[in-house]
């Protein structure tokens, strides 16, 4: 192929490819964003927009352990969406996807030695957001938009423009507004592409955290914000210790290890031959039982959490590798940048894991397989496979979007609107067991009148289009957003202060489990508050499933 044929391919594929996936995106909603809904965190981000709509300051007047940038951008849903809030922020969702994938296409094409040809520019993209959402629920998340915003920041920081390379600072400093881990990956990134000398970078990363604090320290907020956004502080038990004692995380290295070593053993092959060694055959097998894994784990219904983390032992096995014998691989920097996003994602107390760019790893690890089929000539046999893969993975999607909705039971029992019941949740549908805890909910709304009421310790999306504003001072009151004693009293102190004109709505039952049944609900240190409300408020009422208290 001549240099024109190239410049024309590196230009007409990736549009090809965004187009492709912004179809597929469009299919995903209308096929999947129906499915399900449980009343724990979905619609938490979103029920956050509608305090910043209101005019609440954050962490001064509302409790919130991340800083507020995601709830910021799902702003327009919760203005804008009118009855059918979750089913717009879904469709928006699914585009999140699209766009990291196709991002990561063009960061993985930039460390390639070669231009993507078509079918990878497409399978690629595909085997990136098949993995990565795996089941994972479709909802607006901070982690998500996090990923969004450090993914194109990279993505611009790799280019040649100057300006752009100061954008993509700046998108990887609004990233840790989403969620405060990703300070890692923007520090990272300087460091890894060699940019840690220009103080200038420093300055761009650093504006939004500078601008974010300086704005609340004026509205008398700085305060509250320093402790809430440090409440959470055991990153090494989280960040080191849980990859270490992961069942996957070791041989994950092994195999990364191992595999990396066969690709590249055999000293006789060279560059443009068409040899094909055995020994280099088993390397390519390795990281393709790791690829076929990511398949069979999603068939069979076990999240991909724990196996994302042998994932990250793949590629960090194959780094080992590559520092090791001190290879001119110009691969390596992907490699460390791959490791760098699983690494700062998996930071989190409520899904610790690198799961959610697992496609990210698994296309990395199928680049370890294509840079070798290169080798040898015989790209047109690896477009072959990873077609195959590719559609694999996407009957094996439909599949398990089906049979595994989040919380929630198989498609085939979601019988149930939830149109007129969960404000703003039209066109979404659930089990008779959620559906008949919110109408329970009704009638206990109903028994107090029109009066002011809160309801805990789940539920926080009720209150994204409820008429009412939640009385409370965070909208999901469990010890992993309540995590430290400042904030259990601050929270008990605004409660009381409010006591003689508020109701509270108590569970019965674990919202968590109606996907299972009607579970009794047990007071725990999780649930600390319902354990505060039994002991210090009084009973005057109940429903089938909710307890009302004053």
Request: aromatic share 14%; hydrophobic share 50%.
């Amino acid at each position: 192929m001549n240099s024109d044929n190239l410049n024309v391919s590196s230009r007409i594929n990736p549009m090809i490819s965004g187009l492709i996936l912004f179809a597929l995106a469009l299919i995903a909603h209308f096929r999947y964003s129906w499915m399900g809904f449980n009343p724990t965190d979905d619609g938490f981000i979103l029920a956050y927009g509608r305090r910043l709509i209101e005019g609440q300051i954050p962490h001064l007047d509302f409790i919130s352990i991340r800083p507020i940038l995601s709830p910021i951008i799902h702003i327009p849903f919760v203005l804008f969406g009118g009855d059918s809030v979750y089913w717009y922020s879904r469709l928006f969702v699914w585009f999140e996807f699209g766009i990291i994938s196709w991002t990561w296409m063009l960061i993985f094409r930039h460390f390639q030695k070669s231009v993507f040809g078509l079918v990878q520019a497409i399978t690629v993209p595909i085997i990136i957001s098949v993995i990565s959402i795996n089941y994972f629920p479709i909802m607006a998340w901070h982690t998500i938009d996090g990923i969004l915003l450090a993914s194109l920041g990279l993505l611009l920081v790799l280019g040649d423009n100057r300006i752009g390379k100061f954008v993509g600072y700046l998108f990887l400093g609004l990233a840790y507004l989403c969620k405060q881990n990703f300070i890692f990956m923007g520090i990272g990134v300087i460091f890894i592409l060699r940019d840690w000398k220009n103080y200038k970078y420093w300055i761009i990363l650093s504006l939004p955290g500078i601008s974010y604090l300086s704005i609340l320290a004026a509205l008398g907020g700085f305060k509250d914000t320093i402790n809430q956004l440090t409440s959470h502080s055991d990153i090494f038990r989280i960040g080191i210790i849980n990859y270490l004692v992961t069942y996957t995380f070791i041989p994950g290295v092994i195999t990364g290890y191992l595999s990396k070593y066969f690709i590249d053993k055999n000293p006789k092959l060279k560059e443009n031959s068409n040899h094909i060694s055995i020994i280099n055959i088993l390397g390519v097998i390795g990281f393709a039982l790791i690829a076929i894994g990511a398949i069979v784990t999603c068939i069979l219904g076990r999240f991909i959490a724990n196996p994302a983390f042998g994932l990250f032992g793949a590629v960090l096995g194959g780094a080992i590798y590559i520092l090791r014998f001190k290879k001119d691989d110009t691969y390596l920097k992907a490699v460390l940048l791959v490791l760098l996003l699983a690494w700062t994602v998996s930071i989190s107390v409520g899904y610790n894991s690198p799961a959610l760019i697992g496609g990210i790893m698994v296309a990395l690890l199928i680049g370890f397989i294509n840079r070798y089929f290169q080798s040898i000539n015989r790209t047109g046999l690896f477009n072959i496979i990873i077609l195959i893969y590719a559609v694999i993975l996407l009957i094996s999607f439909d599949y398990i979007r089906h049979k595994y909705v989040y919380r929630d039971c198989s498609a085939d029992l979601l019988t149930q609107n939830l149109d007129g019941l969960l404000p703003g949740g039209n066109n979404i549908k659930t089990n008779p067991r959620t559906h008949e805890f919110f109408v329970d909910m009704q009638r206990a709304i109903d028994q107090i009148g029109h009066k002011r009421y809160a309801v805990i310790p789940d539920c926080a999306g009720y209150w994204v289009k409820n008429t009412q504003t939640n009385p409370l001072p965070l909208d999901w009151p469990q010890s992993v957003e309540v995590c430290s004693d400042e904030l259990a009293e601050r929270l008990v102190f605004e409660m009381g202060m409010q006591r003689e004109k508020t109701y509270i709505l108590v569970q019965k039952i674990m919202a968590s489990r109606l996907n299972d049944g009607y579970i009794p609900l047990i007071e725990s240190q999780y649930y600390f508050l319902v354990r505060y409300i039994h002991h210090y408020y009084t009973k005057i009422g109940e429903t089938k499933f909710f307890e009302i208290y004053q």
